[in-house]
């Protein structure tokens, strides 16, 4: 099980900060968002210690992980409109990459980004 948190509305160049905290350990955990009209996207991800992120999202977004907590950060910084969807976590038993696999999936947290 995944439990989110953090979500909100902002206003463009604004920052938020989500949570997600696991029922159990994890090897790959991540965030995914889906816009209304568009498709789920990926937004980072990390495995112990390798984080990667969508190209969209480098240089604003930092992803990180408290292993003891079982829990992934996701800060988002300079806050744009485009940034506007449900921020879904993700979470992955098998060692993989810091883009899956991921089998199991929160119900997800809307992020608005507007002023």
């Known amino acids: 099980q995944l439990v989110e948190s953090g979500g909100g509305l902002v206003q463009p160049g604004g920052s938020l900060r989500l949570s997600c905290a696991a029922s159990g350990r994890t090897a790959n955990m991540g965030w995914f968002r889906q816009a209304p009209g568009k498709e789920r996207e990926f937004v980072a991800g990390i495995t112990w210690t390798l984080p990667d992120y969508a190209d969209s999202v480098k240089g604003r977004f930092t992803i990180s992980r408290d292993n003891a907590k079982n829990t992934v950060y996701l800060q988002m910084n300079s806050l744009k409109p485009e940034d506007t969807a449900v921020y879904l976590c993700?979470?992955?038993?098998?060692?993989?990459?810091?883009?899956?696999?991921?089998?199991?999936w929160g119900q997800g947290t809307q992020v608005t980004v507007s002023s």
């Open positions: 993700a979470a992955g038993a098998r060692i993989g990459g810091p883009r899956g696999p991921y089998e199991y």
